[in-house]
């Protein structure tokens, strides 16, 4: 045992990596306090705490977040619309922010010089922990332990933290049989590396590991789309300061609503999992400059993400839409890059919210077999204009005023 450190906070999951360096860090002379958010993930909250203790922890926070993970990250997400390179729906991206929050709280709590994570040296969550921490608290000083050259040599793979984990006694969930690594919180599952660094490998064939929320196409439903049981539903948005956000879901099928933000999102992922919704399988490029091959199951965000489209094409003005779209496309590449907590990613979110404004009323759609339609909208503010866009009807347009503006536009 080395000589007394200090007190770190460590971002714990109860995983394999966050284990052993739990464990290493004690070795180092740190006094480790972890912390564990309960961001969604399925979890046994309980056992992750007495493992943590049991690791040699002297203190344990377990922590509910997921209400403000709903409310001040996945909703801000929703109204922009984000998507990274887009397909990516951020899921993972936004959750770093939230969780990296509390730790730099509890870190204050605990006066802790110190705070500490289990991301790798070569992905994207080290920069969004690091670069969230030092925003929030200039002067905290971050352990990577990935990145340390006495850490990665003694540690070069997998193989080498599961046999330190024996040795240590240290129970994992994960086997040398199914070596990826799997992300879970409440807007998304994601799956990547092991098997799947491969990106020929298709990763749905029999026997299916990798269910998690969604299901492959071949283990839904087998329901008809007209009269059969799909699942239709109405989802309802509402003005409020900081712009539009999803407020009521209606199931029109058996009349069941949900109102509450977290609850409504729940209630989305169960209903859109059941349908394998919102699964993708991309390669895309981190922040840090490789590109990456993952697996993202992502089944109430899809529904919102098209819902919100909608009522926004339908009420916004055009000229509005094409900037908001830029910011957007911005606001997506900050909080993938790691930049929530930055001014210009604050800037663009306040942007984004006030361009909400009139982004009000209601969708219908159905979920089936990994899609979602959109079967109709209503909205008191929208800018369609029955009468004037008629076939049927002249309204107060002038036709002939579009010889005029033609000829104009043909100049060129």
């Known amino acids: 045992m080395s000589e007394p450190k200090g007190t770190v906070v460590l971002a714990y999951s109860g995983g394999l990596d966050t284990s052993c360096i739990l464990a290493w860090l004690k070795e180092q002379g740190y006094a480790v306090v972890a912390f564990l958010a309960n961001i969604g993930q399925n979890e046994d909250f309980a056992e992750a705490r007495k493992k943590a203790l049991a690791l040699g922890a002297k203190k344990v926070y377990v922590e509910d977040v997921r209400r403000e993970f709903v409310e001040e990250f996945v909703w801000p997400a929703v109204q922009a619309s984000a998507l990274y390179e887009e397909r990516y729906p951020l899921g993972t991206a936004l959750a770093r922010p ?42 905290i000083q971050v352990i990577a332990p990935w990145r340390l050259p006495e850490f990665y040599r003694r540690f070069p793979g997998r193989r080498e933290l599961m046999d330190y984990a024996e040795k240590h006694g240290i129970p994992v969930p994960v086997t040398p049989q199914t070596p990826w690594s799997m992300d879970e919180n409440l807007m998304h599952i994601s799956y990547e590396a092991g098997i799947l660094e491969n990106p020929k490998v298709i990763h749905h064939l029999p026997p299916c590991r990798l269910r998690g929320r969604g299901r492959p196409g071949r283990l839904q439903p087998n329901w008809k789309f007209h009269g059969g049981p799909c699942v239709v539903g109405e989802a309802r948005s509402r003005h409020r300061h900081v712009g539009s956000v999803p407020v009521k879901v209606t199931n029109a099928k058996d009349g069941a609503t949900r109102q509450e933000a977290l609850e409504l999102f729940i209630y989305l992922n169960e209903i859109a999992g059941k349908h394998g919704v919102g699964r993708i399988d991309i390669v895309e490029n981190r922040f840090i400059g490789m590109k990456s091959r993952g697996i993202y199951e992502t089944p109430a965000g899809t529904i919102l993400y098209h819902a919100h489209l909608d009522i926004e094409a339908f009420t916004m003005d055009r000229e509005v839409r094409k900037i908001k779209r830029g910011l957007a496309l911005k606001f997506s590449e900050l909080v993938y890059n790691g930049f929530w907590h930055s001014p210009e990613c604050e800037f663009v979110r306040r942007c984004i919210g006030r361009s909400q404004d009139a982004v009000e009323g209601s969708v219908r759609l159905a979920v089936f077999k990994g899609q ?25 347009y002038e036709p002939a005023d579009a010889t005029g503006f033609i000829n104009i536009n043909s100049l060129r």
């Open 372 to 396: 979602v339609y959109v079967l109709g909208r209503a909205a008191p503010r929208s800018l369609y204009n029955e009468e004037l866009v008629s076939m049927n009807v002249q309204g107060d």
């Open 98 to 139: 939230c969780i990296a929050r509390r730790l730099v709280g509890i870190a204050r709590q605990e006066r802790a010089l110190y705070v500490a994570h289990g991301a790798t040296g070569k992905g994207n969550d080290q920069v969004r922990f690091e670069l969230s921490c030092y925003a929030l608290c200039p002067g």
